[in-house]
């Protein structure tokens, strides 16, 4: 009898599970019905300038709408007139509307051009003045590196997933293209570390589920002068961003094993 109970009460949580998944990915369906083609008139008629000031404005107004909590940390690490690189890991198709709303100022995204052919999203690529890439073309990665050392020698900051493509969970080697043009353009670059976007979606999921997000701002890591250097810079940027995804992943309880202490006492008043 105790087996047979055990049972039930699984099968009634992964029951549970998919009809809480199930109304969750029908209000996003809804929210995006209704919101991606209100941002889309928005940053149609806007002046190009303000592209991304409503793109920003959208992405924090869905995760609000959507219920998903988006925890920000470190953002004293940005400066206010500050230009950089941001990069960040990529484990979603969320990634970038989280990214978008945790990240303030003036930058621009370099998107995969697979993405930017979506109806909507390739207007607001172009009025927003984001990048875009054909990372198969060698053409297209060379004219997206001019169009990156521009836009930061215009003052104007850039975001991207250097893994170039959504993991199977862990993190994948980063793509050189982003700290190159850092060295080039003798800009810092900034990590930012994204947890619990593949708990909402999944690489290959066709349901959302409701979960907590964080988002950790990186101190920023400086550029070295010299471009040959720029696996080194590269190696600094995935260490620092693997080590705030571990301890971001970490159980609380898991981690004052790790270092001895409890939760409280880690952090003394």
């Known amino acids: 009898m105790p087996d047979i109970v055990v049972g039930v009460n699984a099968q009634d949580e992964r029951r549970a599970d998919r009809s809480g998944a199930f109304a969750f990915t029908a209000r996003v369906a809804v929210l995006l019905l209704v919101g991606v083609p209100t941002l889309w008139i928005a940053v149609a008629l806007a002046p190009a300038i303000h592209g991304m000031r409503l793109v920003r404005l959208w992405a924090r107004i869905f995760l609000r709408a959507s219920g998903c909590r988006v925890r920000i940390e470190g953002a004293d690490h940005l400066s206010p007139d500050g230009c950089a690189v941001f990069v960040a890991n990529h484990g979603s198709v969320v990634d970038p509307v989280v990214l978008a709303a945790a990240i303030p100022g003036r930058y621009r995204f370099v998107i995969n051009d697979e993405a930017a052919r979506l109806p909507f999203v390739r207007t607001i690529v172009r009025k927003a003045g984001h990048l875009v890439v054909d990372r198969k073309s060698v053409s297209s990665r060379a ?26 969970g862990a993190m994948l080697p980063f793509n050189a293209g982003a700290f190159r043009t850092a060295i080039r353009a003798g800009r810092t670059v900034i990590p930012v570390a994204i947890a619990g976007t593949n708990r909402v979606l999944p690489r290959g999921g066709r349901m959302l589920r409701r979960a907590s997000v964080a988002v950790r701002i990186l101190p920023a890591i400086s550029a070295p002068p010299d471009e040959q250097d720029v696996d080194t810079l590269r190696r600094r940027v995935e260490t620092a961003l693997k080590a705030a995804l571990d301890d971001l992943t970490t159980p609380p309880n898991r981690a004052a094993d790790r270092t001895g202490h409890s939760g409280p006492d880690r952090h003394p008043a």
């Open 143 to 168: 004219a997206c590196e001019r169009a990156m050392l521009r836009s930061l020698s215009e003052g104007c900051s850039l975001a991207l997933f250097p893994e170039g493509r959504i993991g199977d």
